[in-house]
């Protein structure tokens, strides 16, 4: 049956977009409220950092947790507990600006999200057949893209009459949307039992399976460099913006809009672009183009051209991204996805929390045109580096243990 006229799969599909669409909202409130009240790009990566130090954490439990329990009620739980969270800024500032209540609600709402995306990943191949893995995933990716760039467009409107802390009020409405959606989304059950551990082993677990693995292995590794260097993106441009091109907060709002413009296209296109030239192909040229815009992001003498290369970053990121999802959800069996998923996430975010504050610390001090001519250098240094590994290749198979290995 095509997709669109799925209905379980088109409701799942919609309400995801309400939930990104308002997160949207959020990743741009979050750092112009920051940098409003303490007018540091530091302390912005400090909230960033704290961010995926929860991450982490969760990251680390959210495997067991996926594999154990039904998918759909966690999901519903994480969605319940993210509106209830980011209910708490306007509240709390409703009294006074206490930015002590980010660094509390955002790490916390951060590591509900990562146990909502375990979820999320493990639920995709329960809605649709595996040789429609890819598609779904360039649907999914398209529509969250485009609620990307109506999310800015929104946030832009927003900024003109409330306050930062106000908008991410709105993002708790959508996740209370979407938890009421979600209970109405049947999943196929587990494929496979899953074999009860603690967080600790079903992490390790899922990690010997990365690494039984020759691409996902690579694959892991190399994204570690990547998150290290693109994980305060966000912090740096509208930092650009903001402070380098005196630009106000809605011009942020519409940079990002047409920013995210190009992870549309990506998920538009990234089926056929992987059928046609292989996971390769379209995982390397990604990160290869993606450096060349990002070592020129940071020094966009207008914000138009800063706009454009932003697009182009995210189509790559796009077409790079949905491809791993898609390899990973592919290869790996239906009871290891959520361990698999939680391994991959919490080991190549691992360098995030520390390259968020470094990384905008060199900001502070050597400006951000030098600092994204260096981490641009580093992506394509990353694409170099895949070119010469398991990851050129077409197409991948499943690595089976031999006889008495452990999985």
């Known amino acids: 049956m095509p997709l669109r006229k799925d209905r379980n799969f088109v409701l799942f599909w919609v309400l995801q977009t309400v939930s990104v669409a308002g997160d949207s909202l959020t990743t741009l409130a979050v750092p112009v409220l920051v940098l409003q009240h ?30 154990r329990l039904d998918r759909r009620t966690v999901m519903i739980a994480c969605d319940v507990a993210r509106a209830v969270l980011y209910a708490l800024v306007p509240l709390v500032w409703l009294a006074a600006p206490h930015v002590w ?32 893995i890819t598609h779904a995933n360039g ?14 467009v929104i946030a832009a409107g927003l900024f003109a009459v409330l306050d930062p802390a106000w908008v ?4 708790a409405v ?19 039992s899953s074999e009860r551990e603690s967080p600790i082993r079903g992490f390790l677990t899922g990690a010997r399976f990365l690494w039984r693995q020759p691409a996902l292995r690579t694959l892991t590794v190399l994204l570690c460099g990547v998150v290290f260097v693109t994980y305060s993106l966000d912090d740096l441009l509208i930092f650009r913006l903001r402070e380098d091109l005196g630009q106000g907060a809605g011009a942020v709002g519409v940079v990002f809009a047409i920013g995210a413009a190009g992870t549309i296209v990506a998920g538009s296109v990234v089926a056929m672009l992987r059928r046609r030239l292989g996971f390769g192909a379209c995982w390397i040229g990604a990160y290869a183009l993606s450096g060349v815009a990002l070592a020129s992001a940071g020094s966009a003498p207008v914000v138009p051209v800063l706009a454009g290369l932003l697009a182009v970053i995210m189509f790559c990121q796009g077409v790079a991204g949905t491809c791993s999802m898609s390899l990973r959800q592919e290869i790996t069996p239906d009871h290891l996805l959520g361990r698999v998923t939680s391994a991959f996430w919490t080991i190549h975010y691992l360098p995030g929390p520390i390259g968020a504050p470094l990384v905008t610390f060199a900001a502070a001090r050597a400006g951000v045109p030098a600092v994204t001519l260096v981490l641009g250098l580093c992506l394509a240094a990353i694409a170099v580096i895949a070119a010469f590994s398991p990851l050129r290749a077409r197409t991948f198979a499943l690595h089976r243990p031999a006889h008495g290995e452990a999985l």
């Not at 493990?122 to 809605?127: D, K, M, R």
């Open 38 to 67: 303490t007018g540091s790009v530091f302390q912005m990566g400090l909230v960033t950092g704290t961010v995926g130090v929860a991450w982490l954490v969760s990251g680390v439990l959210s495997g067991s947790i996926v594999d």
């Open 101 to 132: 209540v980010l660094y509390l609600a955002m790490p916390l709402g951060a590591a509900a999200g990562m146990l909502y995306q375990v979820g999320y990943i493990t639920a995709v191949p329960a809605l649709v057949d595996r040789d429609q």
């Open 139 to 152: 649907l999914l990716s398209a529509s969250f893209a485009a609620a990307s760039v109506t999310g800015p």
């Open 168 to 171: 991410i009020g709105v993002d």
């Open 174 to 192: 959508t996740f209370g949307l979407s938890a009421v959606a979600m209970s109405f989304v049947k999943l196929r059950p587990r494929e496979g």
